[in-house]
């Protein structure tokens, strides 16, 4: 068990419209709450927190969740959140970035056009440069992550992964 920070950072945001006879106010207020702890961190995603958010129809798996019973519990993602029973979230995609983005796995010139090719071709192109005594052994398969190295071989985006001071 080591011991690390944990900062957790919460925003809240409230919506309300007021309506007269001639005006028409909306009123937002958000509140955002920080918070840093010093805690025992003893599993493998080093203190992190998790947020359980309340979908449609907990009840059923996916797939089976019939038009009553979203009626029924719709969960509490709304887009104009409001803190009501119903409306306690919203979020949007923050966007995707691919492993090849992070560390170059592509390259079609050489006939890497896919993950599934950059972890099984550069080994075979290796053994077979090394048969031809174009280079000398030993030959390595790429992997992303190595627990044994704490790192990847060909990849270098999970290095230091479990490195706290990272």
């Given amino acids: ?18 309506s007269t006879s001639s005006t028409l106010t909306r009123t937002t207020t958000t509140t ?27 009840e059923a798996s996916v797939g ?10 719709p969960g509490g993602r709304c887009p104009n959140v409001d803190g009501g029973k119903f409306c306690t979230y919203d979020l949007e995609p923050a966007g995707e970035i691919s492993l090849d983005d992070l560390c170059d796995i592509v390259h079609p010139e050489r006939g890497v056009l896919s993950y599934d090719d950059w972890w099984r071709k550069p080994y075979s192109h290796c053994v077979k440069e090394v048969g031809l005594g174009l280079r000398d052994p030993p030959c390595v398969i790429n992997r992303e992550y190595d627990v044994n190295l704490d790192g990847g071989v060909g990849c270098d985006f999970w290095r230091g992964k479990h490195d706290l001071g990272q």
């Fill in 64 to 73: 089976q969740k019939t038009p009553e019973c979203l009626a029924r519990m």
């Fill in 32 to 58: 955002t709450f920080t918070a840093t702890l010093r805690v025992p961190i003893s599993d493998s995603f080093h203190g992190g927190i998790w947020y359980s958010l309340p979908g449609p129809c907990p």
């Fill in 1 to 18: 068990t080591t011991t690390g920070t944990s900062t957790t950072t919460s925003t809240t945001t409230a919506s309300s419209t007021t």
